[in-house]
């Protein structure tokens, strides 16, 4: 058992390896798509949110309404979203991602996410059990902070 002081070393150790390869492994998937990260992080908010304004995204990536207005406009000629007017203001364009873009980004996330995969596999039943419990505790802990 450890000492409770080491348990955020631990947690930063983890939270290190895990962020390194996770990324390492969907920035190799980004050069497949030649998507921009800005690009990309416009299609996670469509996929996490369901469908925002141009207004919202812009917020999001931090830039100008104009700015966004330009990563959209090179996302709907790919395929990847489309804009359609609010049924409550037709001034207003939502976003959503079409089939194409949650292909595209539901892959990137495989890809992120594969090394887990093979790292469970080389853990036994019983530490893969332990390792689920306490990755719970902290989930619902860390989630009680959040709210």
């Known amino acids: 058992m450890l000492p409770p002081k080491l348990l955020p070393e631990v947690i930063h150790e983890w939270s290190k390896v895990f962020m390194q390869r996770s990324m ?3 920035k190799r998937f980004m050069d497949t798509t030649s998507l921009s990260f800005s690009q990309i992080n416009i299609l996670m908010q469509l996929l996490h949110c369901g469908n925002s304004k ?3 995204v812009g917020k999001q990536l931090g830039v100008s309404n104009a700015a966004a207005s330009q990563a959209v406009d090179r996302l709907v000629g790919m395929g990847l979203i489309e804009r ?3 049924p409550q203001d037709r001034r207003t364009k939502r976003l959503v991602l079409t089939q194409k873009g949650q292909a595209v980004i539901r892959k990137g996330l495989e890809e992120r996410s594969k090394w887990i995969e093979e790292v469970t596999k080389s853990l ?3 530490q893969q059990k332990m390792i689920g419990t306490a990755l719970t505790l902290l989930t619902e802990a860390a989630q009680k902070i959040n709210n």
Do not use: G, K
Request: no cysteine; net charge negative.
């Open 84 to 86: 359609t007017e609010d």
């Open 124 to 126: 036994t039943l019983e």
């Open 24 to 26: 390492r492994d969907f």
């Open 54 to 56: 141009v207004s919202e």
